[in-house]
């Protein structure tokens, strides 16, 4: 039987945009200050997992919710598993945003808003994809299990509390990432580095914040100064302004001044996408005289973080030839003079290096410094074998209907494929798709939504018949 997988879409487009705009209405970003015991991650995750659990039983699949942190959609039998493996919740929205990022608007053939790409979007491409194969009464021997978790932008709780109870599935996929396949992923661990707060002299920070999650790029950043020369450093700031792909404002209020940066957001993953608003603030005001605490602290970023992705002014820079670059995201930043500071450093490396390399290399930078070195739950590299068959397969239905050459890659993302042995990565970004993850404007393309769709309908269907 010959199946027109792209015409099977093309019948089920208005449900699609409306089951995704349903979805992206729901404001799931993790937010524990207003969590509940059955709601543990905050009423945001826990909505968008039962409003997707309600689709799929309305579409006669059969659902089960696990403690308001995760859950699946279930479908087919056999003694195999392939589960596909999703998230519900979202980055919080930032600033920036020309529309309401949980009202969904189309405009020229995109649909905005905050999780269109990460990970709604993909992720109700990939429940028709399933949905498809159903509703065509296709043979299937093995079972098919949509997991959704709760907290893929944080630490993975959600996940991790479903497969703390639950069978891991043979294989799978999880449609968090690009096209055509991801077969490796990098090792992904945080450190927290900790400064005293002490200021010496005239010129004094009071606060310096910046970011909002360690796996994106600080679109803002401001900080609180007093200072016994405010027209230099009014006249300097401009200057700077000018000269860097930022934009800033100053604002006097009394004894002290606000500098404010604007950046770009981007996806932890890649730095070198955004401009760190922190680092370039950080940088500009490491030219004037602080002291103590505050110095190190804004001279730490300036000389080894600002614009140094790849960790080489720390020597720690490092590549592996089939994984690629240590990278590292400065996504985080708080200083008070009361609480002291805070940097969070996101690396994504790859095999052949551990934590401990990085541990070591961040420890010797710091030393003079009386900073304390934390670090965060990590996870190590991943990898499936491009002979692998459901690499093979995946691959496969991607040429076939893109007409393609493609292979496998890796990236320095982490998605929930890497949960599973046999897991990878699959779409639903194509290789043209301009990466709005985490960014202001967030959108997915239409034509991208439904050719994503149509292929893991198929690619399903290869793998389950």
Do not use: C
Not at 72 to 101: K, R
Not at 413 to 439: I, K, N, S, W
Request: hydrophobic share 40%.
């Amino acid at each position: 039987m010959t199946i027109d997988w792209q015409q099977e879409v093309e019948k089920r487009k208005d449900d699609i945009i409306a089951d995704l705009e349903r979805m992206l209405r729901v404001k799931s970003v993790r937010d524990e200050s207003q969590a509940t015991a059955d709601a543990p991650l905050g009423p945001g995750p826990k909505a968008a997992l039962d409003e997707f659990l309600k689709i799929a039983e309305r579409d006669g699949f059969e659902t089960m919710e696990l403690d308001g942190m995760a859950g699946h959609i279930q479908y087919g039998e056999g003694d195999t598993d392939l589960g596909i493996l999703a998230h519900v919740d979202v980055m919080p929205a930032g600033n920036g945003w020309d529309t309401d990022p949980f009202e969904p608007v189309i405009k020229d053939g995109n649909l905005y808003a905050r999780g269109a790409s990460d990970d709604k979007g993909p992720s109700m491409a990939a429940y028709y994809g399933m949905k498809i194969v159903k509703e065509l009464g296709l043979p299937v021997n093995k079972k098919i299990r949509f997991i959704l978790g709760t907290d893929e932008e944080s630490s993975w709780r959600g996940m991790k509390h479903y497969f703390a109870s639950m069978p891991q599935p043979d294989l799978g996929f999880s449609p968090d990432a690009f096209f055509p396949i991801i077969n490796g992923e990098k090792g992904n661990v945080s450190f927290f580095l900790h400064f005293a707060g002490s200021n010496e002299g005239a010129w004094q920070l009071r606060s310096f914040e910046g970011g909002l999650r360690e796996n994106m790029v600080p679109r803002d950043a401001q900080a609180e100064i007093a200072t016994p020369d405010a027209d230099q450093v009014k006249q300097a700031f401009a200057d700077f302004v000018a000269a860097n792909p930022i934009e800033g404002t100053v604002t006097e209020n009394g004894d002290s001044l606000t500098l404010a940066v604007v950046g770009k957001a981007a996806h932890g993953q890649e730095p070198r996408n955004g401009e760190n608003a922190a680092t370039y603030l950080a940088l500009f005001l490491s030219q004037f005289a602080f002291g103590g605490d505050a110095a190190n602290y804004l001279n730490f970023t300036a000389k080894y973080i600002h614009d140094d992705s790849r960790m080489e002014h720390l020597g720690m820079a490092f590549t592996d030839e089939v994984m690629g670059d240590l990278t590292m995201n400065a996504g985080v930043f708080t200083f008070t003079a009361e609480k002291g500071g805070t940097i969070t450093l996101n690396f994504r490396y790859p095999k052949g290096m551990d934590e401990s390399d990085l541990q070591a290399g961040l420890a010797k930078a710091t030393a003079a410094m009386g900073v304390k070195l934390e670090a965060g739950e990590g996870m190590v590299p991943h990898y499936v074998d491009p002979s692998d068959p459901i690499v093979q397969k995946l691959l496969a239905v991607y040429n076939r209907q893109t007409g393609s050459n493609a292979e496998g890659m890796v990236v320095g993302g982490g998605t929930y494929g890497r949960l599973l042995e046999r897991g990878v990565a699959f779409g639903a970004m194509f290789p043209d798709t301009p990466d709005t993850m985490h960014q202001a404007n967030e959108y997915i393309r239409l034509k991208d939504l439904f050719g994503a769709t149509a292929i893991y309908a198929e690619a399903i269907y290869e793998l389950v018949k």
